[in-house]
């Protein structure tokens, strides 16, 4: 029988969401070893459900299943993928290219597309476990997760009456991002701090003192 890597880290942060929602429309970015795509596939398969499962790979024979649609693209071939997707969708999971830049692309992209209450789950937004001696201790993942965390803040803050999102950081983290409304998103800015202005640092002058 196939090996699935652990999905202890989807189970705790997605699956308190997803059990609200029936008959799900399941849109998947990344497939590879076929974990996320089982445990989607599972709940599809118990709630009556659809998975639509997108890898730039030929992952299509991974599962022989009613539930589920391969389809061989790039995540940003958005005219291809859009003509072999439901109009609307109630999840959508990106675990495809984790550069801050790709999450924005394709957070903005089809954000339009998924249905009120829907939700939005991205891979890899904690940096914590790629810190210099820490467990995977990797530069480019450390810089580049704790990037996407920031762009997702800065989404966040010009859009928090459209959407509430959720950070887990349980191993290399997950945010749920849940859309409240069919507002446009408005576009994003990066969040002016006062952390380095010369008030906190007469403020943090003082309470050395
Ligand atoms: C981290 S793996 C996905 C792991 C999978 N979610 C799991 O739980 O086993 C990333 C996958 O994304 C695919 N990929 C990379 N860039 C892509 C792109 N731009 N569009 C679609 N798939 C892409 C790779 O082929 C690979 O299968």
Known sequence: MKEFKDLSKINYSVTRFIDKIYNPIILEFGVQLGSSTKYFLDICKKKNGKLYSVDVN???KLFDDINWKFIRARDDDFDYILKNIPSQVDIIYLDTIHTAKHVKKIFNYY????????YFIIDDISWLPYLKKNEFDNFYCEINNKETFDNLLNIFDKNSKNFEITFFFKD???AVIEKLNNNELSNDQKIRTREFSIKNFFRKLVKKL
């Open 58 to 60: 030929d992952f299509s």
């Open 172 to 174: 290399t983290g997950t």
């Open 111 to 118: 954000y339009p597309y998924l249905k009120k209450n829907g």
